[in-house]
């Protein structure tokens, strides 16, 4: 029986060499044809609008306060609709959030995320597959600002930075903007360094005035030779034009006086990476345009040989804000470790918090992990507020945003769902305080 089956399956097997042997054109056709098929109908799901509803939650807009009971709908990716009378698509994939407080994606505007080191530039160093990624999400983190490198030795510039979208296993979409500032050493506290950006800018606003006078020359007939650009321009010339921001670490108020008489003299944006004595000079910051990013929880010690107020204050973002400067709030450390728990990037909402308790409004606190980073970092026409035509990037928190019982329940990115704590093996089995204390009372001896 078994030689017979054999026998019949190599037969089989010879007529089919027969077939294709006298039918080449033919059987060619037939599996182009079948893979045009194949590859239109893949096309076909791919176009397949990706639909999602986030229904009746708390919705903190960020931009035009809180909308109780709303409802996001996002399509491939984008809010699409946002209100209490949205209609729910059939094909739609709902998140109930009855209940629940729905706001924007956190944006850090300090993290070490998501990033290889050593590289060049950021995209080409980039690591979807990174475990802060996974915690980014997990702690409602969805956008934030990384930097490989910065400036050394004598020269002032230097490193590159991007603002990126922390979706992990997705490579493609997570650069936002590269670069998204310029890194610059600059101040008093670094006397040679500031010279050399100072000589910088006035040889590039020097070629920038001769340029202008040689296109108006080529307009009116005239033969003359171009000038020559200044070596290493390019970035001084990005500064002058206002195309990018001049990103400073300022140690203390001497260096934030010097950067704001840069600006004075130059017209430059500029980034105040670093604000802890900012709080006395708020109006002169403010004047100037610049942005401030603040840790509250930073502290300094007066200087006890100078007139003026110095040191940290508790107040310092409050004073800042009621000044109408920019201004993003970060935690003490940038990265996901347990050597700084308590401190470390998990804790971005602990620092708006500690800004809340020094006078900061709680709504401008929620922008200044939002919306105000990613003004800081040139992003804010596609996040930070729940926006129609904005991405679909999101957290569903199981309480108020800023207390620190709260848990971020879903993470969407992209207007995908990214993070379920129920399904997390970070937070699964980590429940809110009174939920912990209902399980201990009816579990306890006698009950």
């Given amino acids: 029986m078994t030689s017979t089956r054999a026998s019949e399956r190599s037969a089989e097997g010879k007529g089919a060499c027969r077939f294709l042997c006298r039918k080449p054109g033919r059987w060619a056709l037939l599996l182009f044809g079948a893979l045009v098929i194949h590859l239109t109908s893949g096309a076909a799901e791919e176009k397949k609008p990706e639909v999602l509803c986030v229904v009746g939650g708390d919705l903190y807009t960020i931009t035009d306060g809180i909308l109780k009971g709303g409802t996001i709908l996002c399509r491939d990716g984008k809010i699409e609709e946002i209100g209490r009378g949205v209609t729910v698509p059939k094909d739609a994939k709902v998140i109930d959030a009855k209940g629940k407080a729905v706001m924007p994606g956190m944006v850090a505007a300090r993290a070490s995320v998501g ?3 050593g590289s060049d530039k950021i995209a080409e160093a980039l690591d979807p597959m990174s475990l802060g990624l996974e915690l980014a999400a997990a702690s409602g983190i969805t956008a934030g600002y990384v930097v490989s490198g910065g400036p050394s030795g004598d ?18 979409s ?26 910088g800018l006035r040889q590039a606003r020097e070629y920038l005035r001769k340029q202008g006078q040689y296109q108006a020359d080529q307009k009116a007939g005239k033969k003359v030779p171009a000038p020559a650009k200044p070596n290493g321009a390019d970035d001084y010339i990005a500064l002058l034009t206002r195309r990018l921001p001049a990103r400073l670490q300022p140690r203390d108020q001497n260096d934030i006086l010097a950067a704001l008489r840069l600006v004075d003299d130059y ?7 670093g604000g802890t004595e900012a709080w006395p000079l708020a109006t002169q910051i403010a004047k100037r345009n610049a942005s401030v990013i603040l840790c509250p929880r930073d502290k300094q010690v007066a ?82 507020s729940l926006q129609v035509g904005k991405d679909a990037d999101f957290l569903v928190l199981d309480g108020s945003p800023l207390d620190i019982h709260t848990f971020v329940e879903t993470t969407v990115i992209n207007g995908k769902v990214c993070y379920e704590k129920n399904k997390s093996t970070f937070f699964a089995r980590v429940k809110r305080r009174q939920e912990g204390a209902k399980e201990e009372a009816a579990t306890a001896p006698g009950k």
């Fill in 115 to 117: 990033v290889f080191s």
């Fill in 267 to 273: 017209e430059i944006r500029l980034i105040l990476d």
């Fill in 174 to 199: 997570m650069v936002l903007r590269e670069p998204a500032s310029l890194n610059v050493r600059f101040g008093p506290s670094a006397p040679v360094q500031s010279f050399a950006f100072r000589e």
């Fill in 303 to 384: 200087n006890e040989f100078v007139s003026r107020p110095t040191g940290s204050s508790p107040q310092t973002a409050a004073l800042l804000a009621r000044a109408g400067i920019p201004l993003a709030l970060v935690p003490p450390s940038p990265v996901f470790s347990a050597d700084w728990i308590g401190s470390d990037l998990q804790t971005l909402t602990f620092s708006a918090a500690f800004a809340v308790q020094g006078g900061l409004p709680e709504d401008a606190a929620l922008e200044a992990i939002t919306l105000g980073p990613a003004r800081i970092l040139g992003v804010a026409d596609r996040i930070g």
């Fill in 155 to 172: 020269n002032p510039l230097g490193g590159t930075n991007a603002a990126l979208k922390f979706t992990f296993g997705a490579l493609d």
